[in-house]
């Protein structure tokens, strides 16, 4: 059976779920038009590159700081920390909210 140039790509199950979030949290950095460096200095960050750690799956965002980082990406506070306990706390994120409802 050959594949189509309409059908969907596949998505490998083995994925990291940081490295999925680094991409999306990339794409948000990127919307409002910021630099690595500039969203650390928003953010007062010692070191841009903790960006690119995010960015590429390697790192978590402090729990004390997604307010922060919701408001600097200009995402619904709640909304954003609901994504980040998915890919971060999957199995946690699992029992609160089961894993059909969507974000």
């Not at 922060?68 to 709640?78: E, F, H, V």
């Amino acid at each position: 059976m050959s594949n189509s140039t309409t059908s969907k790509p596949v998505v490998s199950d083995s994925v990291d779920p940081r490295v999925e979030l680094g991409v999306w949290l990339k794409s948000l950095r990127e919307e409002q038009g910021l630099s690595q460096r500039a969203l650390a200095k928003q953010l007062s960050l010692d070191y841009y590159t903790f960006i690119s750690q995010l960015e590429t799956g390697r790192g978590k965002i402090p729990s004390a700081r997604y307010n922060d980082w919701a408001k600097a990406l200009d995402q619904n506070p709640k909304t954003f920390m609901k994504k980040l306990l998915k890919h971060y706390e999957p199995e946690a994120y699992d029992m609160l909210f089961g894993n059909s409802e969507a974000i």
